[in-house]
Nanobody, 126 residues
Framework: QVHLVESGGGLAQPGGSLRLSCAVS????????IGWFRQAPGKEREGVSA????????YYSDSVRGRFTMSKDNAKNTVYLQMNRLKPEDTAVYYC???????????????????WGQGTQVTVSS
């Protein structure tokens, strides 16, 4: 059974940085599309970034492009989201999700995933 487990959330000051990790177990990363999504209280879930592990194709939302970077470590079966120059509006629960069958576009546009993690809280506040 495939599991995705996020870690690395916490409290950061505006302008600070955090790195989230998404560890995948039960299958290899290769062939997956992995995405990061977030949901703030009272708001709809939004896509933050997504990547196809094999070919490297990726998407970033306009709100994080240039500040957040997604990367992968195939040996550790882990995907990362490096978040720099954090803003209070980045406060949300962050989820990683994986899609093998549907592909990157389905994951990014429809939030269609085979697997979801449990989420990790990111709070940006002074």
């Amino acid at each position: 059974q495939v599991h995705l487990v996020e870690s690395g959330g916490g409290l950061a000051q505006p302008g600070g940085s955090l790195r989230l990790s998404c560890a995948v177990s039960g299958d290899t990363l290769d062939g997956y599309a992995i995405g990061w999504f977030r949901q703030a209280p009272g708001k709809e879930r939004e896509g933050v970034s997504a990547m196809h592990i094999r070919d490297g194709a990726n998407y970033y939302s306009d709100s994080v492009r240039g500040r957040f970077t997604m990367s992968k470590d195939n040996a550790k079966n882990t995907v990362y989201l490096q978040m720099n120059r954090l803003k209070p509006e980045d406060t949300a629960v962050y989820y990683c999700a994986g899609n093998r069958r549907g592909g990157l576009l389905t994951l990014w546009q429809r939030h269609g995933a085979d697997y979801w993690g449990q989420g990790t809280q990111v709070t940006v506040s002074s």
